[in-house]
């Protein structure tokens, strides 16, 4: 051999290559959920409107914030306010000013989450969206699905080698999927993800809503390529 079989791209007969692809599926419980909170107003003028939208904004922060460390975050995202024309008539005369605010929590207790969903619908105006559940960045399920992963493909390697009578005998690569062509990880469609809308009531009291985790799937894939000796044919 004049160069080394592990810098060849396909192997050579006294050192065969076998790739593989490992796969790894795993479904676990959600860690956070998410919701989104819109707070509206309308007046008649712009100061009216604007007065509304600052005194129910402050209701609903003030809620959110009194239930302490299970929400772990709390933004402000979009905020707007728009005069709407008349239909009629001449020039731009305003019939009234609609104003928003577009509020992210995240919490990470869901007994919270259902009771605190269930008091922001019953304020003024104020519209609930999701729940959206999810697994935190560093969650330990991602690498135990990375870890099955490259199990798999290990065993899927041997069966391949043994059914031509060989045996595996060293590691030439391990690659996330897609990172040999540099192709975007996609996300699976709609894994994790139901949302919930409800609107604001008259009646005080309102019981929690008993949501039920979403279960979340946690997908790892990678590629590997090991030389064999050579097989028995």
């Known amino acids: 051999m004049t160069q080394d079989a592990s810098q060849q791209p396909y192997g050579t007969p006294e050192v065969p290559r076998v790739a593989v692809r490992g796969e790894a599926h795993l479904e676990v419980d959600p860690e956070i959920a998410r919701i989104g909170i819109t707070v509206s107003a309308r007046g008649t003028d712009r100061r009216s409107a604007l007065d509304d939208l600052t005194r129910r904004n402050n209701a609903v922060l003030d809620l959110v914030k009194s239930y ?16 709407e024309l008349t239909r009629h008539g001449r020039g731009e005369r305003v019939r009234a000013y609609h104003g928003r605010v577009h509020i992210t929590a995240e919490l990470s207790d869901f007994t919270t989450l259902g009771e605190l969903t269930s008091r922001l619908a019953d304020l003024e105006l104020t519209q609930v969206d999701g ?12 690498g135990e699905a990375r870890r099955q992963a490259v199990l798999e493909a290990v065993q ?35 894994a994790g993800m139901r949302t919930m809308a409800f609107g604001a009531t008259e009646d005080a009291g309102a019981p929690p809503l008993d949501l039920e985790p979403q279960r979340q799937t946690v997908y790892a894939q990678v590629n590997a390529r090991f030389t064999m000796t050579p097989p028995q044919l």
């Open 68 to 83: 302490g460390d299970p929400v772990e975050k709390l933004e402000t995202g979009a905020f707007s306010i728009s005069p």
């Open 131 to 142: 729940p959206w559940w999810a697994l935190r960045p560093t969650s330990p399920a991602h």
């Open 156 to 190: 899927r390697a041997r069966e391949y080698a043994e059914a031509l009578g060989a045996r595996l005998s060293a590691l030439v690569e391990l690659a996330d999927l897609g990172a040999e062509n540099g192709l975007p990880f996609q996300a699976a469609p709609g």
